[in-house]
């Protein structure tokens, strides 16, 4: 299964995409404001492109588990995503994704990066299940 993972954030938004297969992640790209007309678009031309199965979105819960205003504001993004959008979309507990994309470097940049340890997570999680 093709997944394609979300880092949400108001400011730039992290993209990775999984193989075929649903084993391995990678990251993307990055959308800048993707909340606005503009960065929804892109975001869309990126699934119309890619054509994945499954949009996975990262959920950033509080250290103790409960939601904060950056969990509301994702929980509110997707929303508005579902309503133009017929994949169909998860959500993942995505503490301390930026925390371990900071200590994998490479050419992409760390919003994408984040976006790939959140979906090499949940494909190790979910792969062949």
């Not at 108001?10 to 999984?18: N, Q």
């Not at 869309?44 to 205003?69: C, F, K, M, N, Y």
């Not at 950056?70 to 509110?76: D, E, I, P, R, S």
Request: hydrophobic letters at 45%.
């Amino acid at each position: 299964m093709k997944v394609l993972a979300l880092d949400y954030g108001s400011a730039r938004t992290g993209l990775a995409i999984s193989d075929a297969s649903g084993a391995l992640a990678r990251p993307l790209t990055f959308v800048e404001r993707i909340g606005t007309p503009t960065g929804l678009e892109q975001l869309l031309s990126v699934i119309a492109e890619e054509q994945p199965e499954l949009l996975l979105v990262g959920l950033p819960v509080l250290a103790d588990g409960t939601r904060g205003a950056q969990a509301n504001a994702t929980l509110a993004f997707v929303g508005r995503l579902r309503a133009i959008c017929t994949v169909p979309i998860e959500f993942e507990d995505e503490r301390f994704t930026s925390r371990i994309a900071e200590t994998k470097g490479g050419a992409s940049s760390l919003d994408d990066r984040a976006a790939a340890v959140l979906l090499q997570g949940w494909l190790d999680t979910h792969h062949n299940q």
